[in-house]
């Protein structure tokens, strides 16, 4: 397991306070059975875009500072609503913090995500340290501990390229902030908040359990964070419903990554005690939910009678439960808008109604009759709903429920009404349709149109064609919306005359239900449409045509996108469609309005790459400088396209912008460019920018290029000791790894740890065959040549390493020993020396340096006695050397005291003192790993 450092920042009397969510996911869908014909400013409109999977930045909102009393009485009234909510649900209550420990814990901003870079689990919160004595308390900031399945984890989330800041509630922790150490005191009566991180926490989806502790004097301040959590959405739960089938789930506070853990074991809770349909809301005062948390539930609540839900984050909803459906989300919360089953809903009451509705169809009548009569102010509309089951002589009951003063009751029994096929029923949906409040004539408009009897269709029809032909006996606001949901050729006709004539809006509205009847005289309709003088009415007819294909249809959309970019951007349709047509007549149109204000000029350039030629090209090249870097990153792109002489130049300056997109952009189109030029160019930024994201980007370019002078560039950069050395080097890995020999390579190594060098020798031989540039795979065989003393081939070896790699140590210094061992000694120290200086900061270069001196110390013993005592004098400085260096693992000092090449130093008192001091630094290293951990 990875233990990262610890890591936390200060705040002082930091401000708690909810975000809000920008109004930027669309509207609420419309509901179902009864919320189709709300009022027309509440619908949704053609052309509105929902995006599921948008996570806008929340923005801290401004709020009173919290005094160290009021912290306290926030803490102890969270742990009062988890309490009562295990209470509830049958669970064991939380472990009650001790009170009488100076220092009490209270924690917000709790936060529990993955880092998918490197798959890395982690939690960051705020935590604020509260001091309810009267004297001043001092703690370590980094003896902050989490308790999590048996493990005690230190604060640390390991900083990587790319990662600076992690989400945490409402605000941010800067991870830079985190690496702050030292004492923090907490004055009396008062409260510091501290930012904390933890990593490698334990599961996938599952939120384990966490206690936070920190030792404070000889007392322990501790909070279990995963029934804060559960207290912070200060829920409460209601049964309702005939044997309180329903569960009604209120949240009153906030959910947090760790509180979905709880809200998921609540639903189950229920669901297990056979309350299985459920209804999750909101209280008014609730703050707005998170993206990736409102998103979590929309997707499980329509994963219920299906696959479940499994996002790879946050928990997986039980089997067991049958129905959830989400109403009434708090003021500024992202809902995405998911096609399938309706499971979100704009009021409490149409949320109860569409859970329950399946369980009223089958319940026996005796039970339905007695909810209806008397059932919850919640459950009783659902039944009612249902009441369309109820035998003939109940009808009269259901009637008069629909004058009920309450519209839901009203609604309910028009509903049920659509169940009946007598005449008594059609004429009061009739009555009902010419004269109630707007909500219950769109319910009777929607029975008429849904009733299974075609003498309800009949009534519908005389209606339209007296709507149609006479003054209004029914507003077309409540009319068309419900004709276009229960298309029938039957009233085709009147809609036509609707849409040709009479208020925009309701034009709109028969347009589109004529679309879904397919009606023949569609595009007469349309062509009137689209040349009005109503803007809504244009765009509504556009969005059809746009949709419907045929020659025709295709003209007068195109007519139209043109006389609209003579004064305007495009819309998202128009881009749509003008992806599919390519009208080249529009390239000039969307040039010009590159230049007006407020267009998505990332957009107009996107569109016109796949539109325009090489006619864009001396338009980019011009705006280019005068664009922000986002959208410069598009045109960077586009550029790359259509080979623009200026590419080169404007990539260069994008790398060096510190952008993260004009940098992506720049590195992905160098590495498709594969060129000279491209290479080049990632190379000079490898070696000559100063920003760390840059350095690593082009290390990545040049590793997806892999030409022999790209791989050349990262290899030489590998063997620096700093970031890009780092960046380097994780590409040369990746390029082992790609590489077509990296199998009998991983071979080849694995015998080389075995020691089986005959082994070793055949599978770098089937790597290289597989690909000789494969430089590890020379320097490999050349080593395994040399410890089969096979000099010859090693030397072969060494010189193809040496000329793949001019900077490879290893191949200078064995080549060195190489012509020692033939005799050549003061050629051997001579031809290391002179490269020596190049490798100053090389362990392994000292090692092997000091493995030359020794054997040259050998040759030498009997010629020159006092020489080749100074040469292994010389041999133990060079490795005392390679141990400052860091060479003091234990498999290094290992071979040391077995390294054949090292034989005549071995009993030596300066050799067994240099492998001692190895030893020693390899120990405080490993105490030192065992203190992060």
Same mark, same amino acid.
């Given at each position: 397991m990875r233990h990262a450092a610890w890591c936390v920042a200060v705040t002082v009397f930091a401000v708690p306070a909810f975000g809000q969510f920008p109004d930027d996911f669309g509207p609420f869908p419309l509901e179902d059975p009864f919320e189709e014909a709300i009022e027309a400013e509440e619908a949704v409109e053609p052309g509105d875009e929902v995006a599921p999977n948008l996570v806008p930045e929340i923005a801290p909102a401004d709020s009173a500072p919290l005094t160290a009393a009021e912290l306290l009485q926030r803490s102890d009234d969270v742990s009062r609503s988890a309490a009562d909510v295990k209470k509830l649900i049958g669970d064991p209550p939380p472990a009650v913090s001790k009170t009488d420990v100076p220092l009490r814990l209270v924690p917000e901003d709790l936060h529990l995500g993955r880092d998918y870079a490197r798959q890395v689990r982690y939690l960051a919160m705020r935590v604020w340290l509260v001091n309810g004595s009267a004297k001043p308390v001092t703690v370590p900031r980094e003896s902050f501990r989490l308790i999590t399945r048996g493990n005690e984890l230190k604060p640390g989330i390991p900083a990587r390229q790319g990662l600076t800041r992690l989400p945490a509630g409402p605000r941010f922790i800067e991870l830079p902030e985190l690496s702050k150490t030292g004492p923090v005191t907490v004055p009396p009566h008062a409260a510091i908040a501290l930012q904390v991180g933890f990593a490698d926490l334990p599961g996938?989806?599952?939120? $384990? %359990?966490?206690? &936070?502790?920190?030792?404070? /004097?000889?007392? #322990?301040?501790?909070?279990? &964070?995963?029934?804060?959590?559960?207290?912070?959405?200060a829920l409460q739960i209601e049964r309702l419903g005939p044997r309180g089938l329903l569960g009604l789930v209120t949240v009153g506070g906030e959910i947090t990554p760790v509180g979905a853990g709880q809200l998921a074991t609540t639903l189950e809770r229920l669901a297990n005690d056979k309350t299985t349909r459920l209804v999750l809301t909101w209280g008014e005062n609730a703050p707005a939910v998170p993206p990736d948390l409102s998103n979590w539930l929309v997707q499980s609540s329509l994963g219920i009678d299906g696959t479940p839900a499994n996002d790879g984050q946050h928990p997986v909803l039980a089997g067991a439960i049958r129905e959830l459906h989400l109403a009434a989300f708090p003021a500024g919360t992202g809902v995405p808008n998911y096609g399938g089953p309706r499971r979100v809903h704009r009021t409490l009451a149409a949320a109860v109604t569409a859970a329950l509705g399946t369980a009223f169809q089958t319940m026996p009548l005796d039970e339905l009759l007695r909810e209806i009569e008397g059932g919850h102010v919640l459950t009783r509309p659902a039944a009612i709903a249902a009441g369309g089951r109820l035998p003939s002589e109940r009808l009269p009951m259901l009637i008069e429920l629909t004058s009920d003063a309450d519209v839901d009751i009203a609604k309910a029994a028009v509903v049920a009404l659509r169940g009946f096929g007598t005449q008594p029923s059609i004429d009061r949906l009739v009555e009902l349709a010419k004269d109630a409040p707007l909500p219950v004539r769109a319910a009777a408009v929607e029975s !008429?149109?849904?009733?299974? @009897?075609?003498? /309800?269709?009949?009534?519908?029809r005389a209606l339209l %064609? /007296?709507?149609? =032909?006479?003054?209004?006996?029914?507003p077309p606001q409540a009319l068309v919306p419900v004709l276009a949901n229960y298309p029938r050729p039957l009233w085709g006709d009147a809609l036509y005359k609707l849409a040709m004539q009479g208020e925009p809006a309701v034009r709109a509205e028969a347009l589109a239900a004529l679309a879904k009847l397919g009606h023949p005289e569609l595009t007469v309709g349309l062509e009137a449409a689209i040349e009005s003088d109503d803007d809504k009415l244009r765009t509504r007819a556009f969005s059809l045509l746009a949709r419907r294909g045929d020659p025709e249809s295709m003209r007068m959309a195109a007519e139209y996108t043109r006389r609209h970019l003579a004064s305007r951007p495009p819309t998202r349709e128009m881009f749509t469609l003008l992806l599919r047509t390519k009208d080249p007549q529009v390239v000039p149109l969307l040039i010009e309005r590159l230049g007006d204000e407020g267009a998505n000029r990332s957009d107009l350039i996107r569109l016109l790459s796949q539109i325009g030629g090489l006619e864009i090209r001396d338009t980019l %090249?011009?705006?280019?400088?005068t664009l922000e870097p986002p959208v410069q990153a598009v045109a960077l792109g586009t550029l790359a396209q259509l080979r623009s002489p200026k590419f080169y130049d404007f990539a260069e300056a994008a790398l060096?912008?510190?952008? $993260?997109?004009?940098?992506?952009?720049?590195?992905?189109? !160098?590495?498709? =460019? /594969?060129?000279?030029?491209?290479?080049? !160019?990632?190379?000079?930024t490898l070696f000559e920018s100063d920003n760390? #994201?840059?350095?690593?980007?082009?290390?990545?370019? &040049?590793?997806?290029?892999?030409? $022999?002078?790209?791989?050349?560039?990262?290899?030489?950069?590998?063997?620096?000791?700093?970031?890009?050395?780092?960046?380097?080097?994780?590409?040369?890995?990746? !390029?082992i790894t790609t590489s077509a020999g990296s199998q009998p @390579?991983?071979?080849? #190594?694995?015998?080389?740890?075995?020691e089986d060098w005959k082994q070793a020798v055949e599978r770098y031989t089937d790597a290289i065959e597989l690909d000789p540039q494969l430089i590890d795979a020379w320097s490999g065989r050349a080593n395994a040549n040399m410890q089969l003393t096979d000099y010859q081939a090693a030397r072969a070896d060494y010189e193809k390493t040496l000329e793949l790699d001019p900077a490879d140590s290893a191949a200078v210094t064995c080549l060195g020993i190489l012509r020692v061992f033939d005799g050549r000694v003061e050629e051997g120290l001579s031809f290391v020396r002179d490269r020596s200086a190049e490798f100053t900061e090389s362990e392994l270069f000292a090692y092997n340096?000091?493995?030359?001196?020794?054997?040259?110390?050998?040759?030498?013993?009997?010629? =020159?006695?006092?020489r080749a005592e100074r040469l292994r004098v010389d041999a133990v400085k060079e490795l005392h050397r390679a141990v400052e260096l860091g060479m003091t693992a234990a498999e290094h000092v290992s071979w040391m005291r077995k390294d054949p090449d090292l034989k005549s130093l071995h009993g030596r008192p300066d050799f067994e003192k240099a492998v001692a001091a190895a030893e020693r630094a390899g120990d405080r290293g490993k105490r030192r790993a065992g203190e992060k951990r």
């Open positions: 996938s989806t599952e939120v $384990p %359990e966490m206690t &936070l502790r920190l030792p404070v /004097g000889g007392d #322990m301040a501790e909070v279990d &964070l995963n029934a804060y959590s559960l207290g912070l959405m !008429l149109a849904a009733s299974r @009897f075609g003498v /309800g269709h009949e009534a519908l %064609e /007296g709507s149609v =032909d006479g003054a209004p006996l029914i %090249e011009a705006v280019y400088p060096a912008s510190g952008e $993260p997109a004009l940098v992506s952009v720049a590195q992905q189109q !160098l590495q498709v =460019d /594969g060129g000279q030029e491209a290479v080049a !160019l990632l190379t000079r760390d #994201m840059a350095v690593s980007y082009a290390a990545q370019g &040049l590793g997806g290029i892999a030409t $022999p002078e790209a791989r050349a560039a990262i290899r030489k950069a590998a063997h620096r000791d700093d970031e890009r050395g780092q960046a380097a080097a994780r590409e040369w890995v990746k !390029l @390579f991983q071979a080849a #190594m694995s015998a080389r740890q075995r340096t000091a493995c030359l001196y020794a054997v040259a110390s050998e040759r030498l013993e009997k010629t =020159d006695a006092a």
